[in-house]
Each structure stands twice: as structure tokens, then as C-alpha cells.
């Protein structure tokens, strides 16, 4: 049975996860449409740089966060003179590394099954008067909202995980950013903790098996109805 400050590890976990997925969700679909169909110079560029973070050291990562957006970078200095507001130390600051590390694979995910959409179908509605906005909204979106809600199910699974770019970028703070892996990795520093461990180790394995089992899921339905993501 877990403790009730295990209880406070588990919800913030799920806070910095569901609020990095819904910050990052609308720029992983612009993201993952621009490399689908666009065709400019520097796509590959841009394809490199949106999957750096599954190859580069999270403290890496980390690292590059706490220069953007400490009190002297400046996304960190717009923040604080704009809206009185600093990410350092805070939970959304772990949101936002979570969401970093997610975006490859919600990119990936969403690429793909937008790349799987058939273009004459869009064609057809367009010769039928449909427009751009109209066609997209009616076909393109159903069509790829399979490969949409699996590529948030793996980012969320992600950034469950995610560990050394949170604790690179906004430190071990108990109650504030200190998530399920962080939590662990304390509970790993202290004697005689090790039923402590288990028991979170278990609630982290949960969490991102059932995402996983899900995403699994969702790939199986889109394959069966003619989309593979």
C-alpha cells in the first residue's frame, strides 16, 4: 500500500505528463504535417534537430533547458519580465523537459500515419467543392487520429520515464518536481528503503505498460483499417 506522500510522487507524475501532452500535442501535429507533406529547404534539418532529443544525453537536454530558460536565458528572461512567471525549481519546468524528451515520438507516430493518408481522397473532396479547411477537418483528421492518439499515449509514456533532463534542469525538489523516477532514485540512496522502491518501481512499470498495451492497440486498429503508424 502506498504511503500518502508515494500517493503526492504518483499524482505529480501524472500532472507533469498530462499537462506535457497537452502543451506539446499541437506542436507535434504542426511538426509531424510539415515533415509529411511539406517539401522546403532545410526539412531535413528540421526532421534532425525535432528527433535530437531520442539521441543526445537527457542531461544534455537538461543542460540546454536550464540555459533557455534560467534567470539569465532568454526565454527565461521574457518569462519573468512578461508574465512574473520562472519555470526553475517547478513543476512546470518538468513538464517542459517532459514534453521535450516526448516530442520525437509523438512526432514520429503522428508522421507516419499522416504520410499513410490517401491523397486522392482529399483530391475527391476537393473536386466536390469541399475546401482546404473542410477536407482537412473531415478527412485528413479522422483519418490520421489513430497515429495522433497513439503518438500522445508513447509520448506520455515517455515523459513517465523521463529523468535526467528534469533533474538536470529543475533539480530533486520533494512535492514540487520530484517525480516517479526522481523519487526512486532517493528512495535508492536510503538504507533499509527497498519496499519503498518496489512499490513505485511497480507503479511506474503499470503506468507505462498500460500506455504501451494501449499504443500497441490503437497500431493494430489503424493497420486493420488500412493505416500503419
Known amino acids: 500500500m502506498l504511503s500518502a506522500a508515494e500517493w503526492g510522487v504518483v499524482a505529480l507524475s501524472l500532472k507533469v505528463s498530462l499537462t506535457a501532452m497537452a502543451a506539446t500535442l499541437p506542436a507535434a501535429f504542426a511538426l509531424a504535417w ?3 507533406r511539406g517539401r522546403f529547404p532545410g526539412r531535413f534539418l528540421l526532421d534532425a534537430l525535432v528527433h535530437l532529443p531520442l ?13 533557455a530558460f534560467g534567470a539569465d ?19 512546470t519546468g518538468a513538464a517542459i523537459a517532459a514534453a521535450v524528451m516526448a516530442l520525437p515520438l509523438m512526432v514520429r507516430a503522428i508522421r507516419l500515419s499522416i504520410e499513410q493518408i490517401d491523397r486522392r481522397l482529399e483530391g475527391a473532396a476537393r473536386t466536390l467543392g ?3 479547411i473542410h477536407a482537412f477537418f473531415t478527412i485528413s ?34 512535492g514540487e518536481t520530484r517525480t516517479l523516477p526522481l523519487a526512486i532514485y532517493s528512495a535508492l540512496q536510503v538504507p533499509g528503503a527497498e519496499a519503498e522502491v518496489l512499490r513505485l518501481a ?3 512499470i503499470a503506468l507505462s505498460l498500460g500506455a504501451l498495451i494501449a499504443s500497441e492497440a490503437l497500431a493494430r486498429r489503424g493497420q486493420r483499417s488500412g493505416h500503419v503508424f
Open 141 to 174: 483528421l479522422p483519418l490520421c487520429f489513430p497515429g495522433i492518439l497513439a503518438g500522445t499515449i508513447l509520448g506520455f509514456a515517455r515523459s513517465i520515464g523521463e529523468f535526467g533532463a528534469t533533474i538536470t534542469f529543475v533539480s530533486n525538489i520533494p
Open 55 to 67: 539521441v543526445l544525453p537527457p542531461v544534455v537536454i537538461g543542460w540546454l533547458l536550464l540555459i
Open 130 to 132: 469541399a475546401s482546404r
Open 34 to 36: 510539415v515533415l509529411a
Open 202 to 204: 511497480l507503479i511506474s
Open 73 to 91: 536565458g532568454p526565454v527565461g528572461r521574457w518569462l519573468e519580465s512578461w508574465f512574473g512567471v520562472t519555470v526553475i525549481f517547478r513543476w
